[in-house]
Every structure is written in C-alpha cells, then in structure tokens.
C-alpha cells in the first residue's frame, strides 16, 4: 500500500511537470486574432484644431492624401477645400476692384498700361473659375461629404497667384508687357489643369450621377453663362408644376460658330452624349472670344 500510493504521487508530479512543459511550447490559434491597433490620437484631438493643422497643409496634399486616411479626415479636408475654392471668386473681385481704383488714380502711361494687364489677367482667371463652378457646384453645394474640388493643385496655384499679386506685381504683368496675349506660366498651368479636371470630373465622378434631364438642363446653362463674348436673351420664362420652363438664346459676338454633323454607327448612352456635349460647349465658352469653333453634332 505504500509503494502504491508513492508511485501515485510520481505520476501525478511528473505529470504537472510535463504539462508545464507543454504550456511553455503552446501557442493558441487564437492569439494572432487578439493583436488591437493603437488608435490615432488625432482622432481624440477637437475637430477645430486638426483643421487649424491643416491649414499649414497644401491643398494638393489634402485632397491626394489627407482626405483618404479615414472618414473623420475626409470631411475635414472636404470641408477646407471646399470653403477655398468658394473664397477664391470673393478675391478675385476684390483684387478687381483693386485694379481698377489704381488705374483710376494712376497719373503714368506705363503705369497704366501695366495695371491693365494684371486686370486682363483678372479675368482670364475669373472666366476659367467660372468654368470650374459650372461643373462642380451642384455637388460641392449639396452634400460636402461626397464631393470636393479635389484638384488641389490648383487651388495651391491661385494661392500663388495672389501672393503675386500683393507681392510680387511685376511678375504678373511683365510676360504680357514683353509679348501681347501672355500669360504667366502660374495662369497657364491654371488654364490647362481646368481644361484636364473639368473632363475628369464629368466622365469619372459626374457620369454615373447626372441621371437627371433637368440637372443636366441647369448644367448647359451654367456652362453658356460663363461666356463673356455673349449676348443672352430669355425668350420664355414659366413655372409649371414646380418645374421651370426656360427658354433662352445666345448671340456671340467675335466668333464663328460651324456645326458638322457625323454619323455614329455605335449608340452612346444618353450620359455619354450629355458629357460630349460639356465639352463642346465649354469649347466654345473658352475659345468664343475672337475664335473659330467647330462643333462636331450627331444627325
């Protein structure tokens, strides 16, 4: 009896002994699952100060980068590209107004002269703004969250110009003083990053969207209002059923307008017609002033 209850105590320890063992060499499979991320402290941080750090961020990098980090940053960023891009026409009036009391008060020819420049770059900027707002107002307005002026570039590019402007004036009109119908490369860059987005937005972000005939109505007008070559008289003007029926014609001056038809064998899609026709307004919009535009339609 004792030789049997002794070796029932030298199991039992060598089996607590090699359980030991084995939890010393086992891993659960469930550990790996069990690993938590550590939380971004900015998220923790008031919504007022993140955008006050971003502010210190170039628009480009908002709208490429910050804005895709997760939701709370996408409205953020949202939020200021959106309100810059609005603030961008509120200075380009104000820098108008500028202009034109200088050269009132402007006693020199030269002087004058170079005012006049900066103001016909004014312009130039004002109507290629215009565009830009004809395209994409409608969805910055109405819901922040799914949409953004995200070509920040060019947001960064009018930052620059202003700048110029206050500081740096000689830049501005310099170019156009040397050679008659010259920009600054600033407002060039400008000009063909509009022309590049303008077209991106409507065949990658607005194309599957535009489902309405009369949002796409609102849009050809918005896009013939840009036009400062033009004439526009409202033939007809009524409210029916909550619905507007506008009637409207448009006299450009200085231009040449041809229209050549083409016979398409493939059927586009109704928003695929809608996006070309954009274009083909927006072409004669930009290029009205003292142009020949061809514009190519369907019979």
Wanted: proline share 3%; with cysteine.
């Amino acid at each position: 009896m004792q030789r049997e209850g002794k070796r029932s105590l030298d199991d039992g320890y060598n089996l607590r002994a090699k359980k030991a063992r084995l939890e010393e060499h086992y891993v659960s499979p469930y550990t790996n699952k069990r690993t938590y991320r550590k939380k971004n402290p900015l998220n923790n941080l008031p919504n007022e100060l993140i955008q006050k750090v971003f502010t210190y961020i170039t628009y480009e990098e908002l709208a490429n980068s910050i804005r895709l980090v997760n939701r709370k940053f996408r409205v953020l960023a949202h939020h200021l590209i959106n309100t810059a891009f609005r603030n961008i026409e509120k200075r380009l009036v104000h820098q108008k107004k500028l202009i034109l009391n200088s050269i009132s008060h402007s006693q020199d020819d030269m002087e004058t002269r170079c005012m006049c420049k900066m103001l016909n770059t004014i312009e130039y900027l004002m109507l290629h703004y215009s565009i830009l707002q004809s395209a994409i107002w409608r969805y910055v307005e109405r819901d922040e969250t799914v949409f953004c002026m995200y070509a920040g570039s060019i947001l960064d590019l009018y930052e620059k110009i202003f700048r110029m402007y206050i500081r740096e004036p000689h830049k501005v009109y310099t170019p156009a003083i040397l050679n008659d119908y010259t920009y600054p490369k600033e407002v060039t860059k400008i000009s063909q990053l509009t022309k590049t987005f303008v077209l991106y937005f409507d065949r990658v972000s607005e194309q599957d969207l535009n489902t309405s005939v009369f949002c796409s109505g609102c849009k050809i007008l918005d896009i013939l209002d840009c036009a400062t070559e033009a004439r526009k008289d409202v033939i007809e003007e009524t409210i029916a059923n909550d619905v507007l029926i506008y009637k409207v014609c448009y006299y450009f001056s200085r231009s040449w307008l041809v229209a050549l038809e083409t016979n398409d064998e493939k059927a586009k899609p109704w928003n695929e017609q809608m996006r070309l026709m954009y274009m083909r307004l927006r072409r004669i919009v930009v290029t009205g002033k003292w142009a020949t535009c061809f514009i190519i339609t369907e019979p």
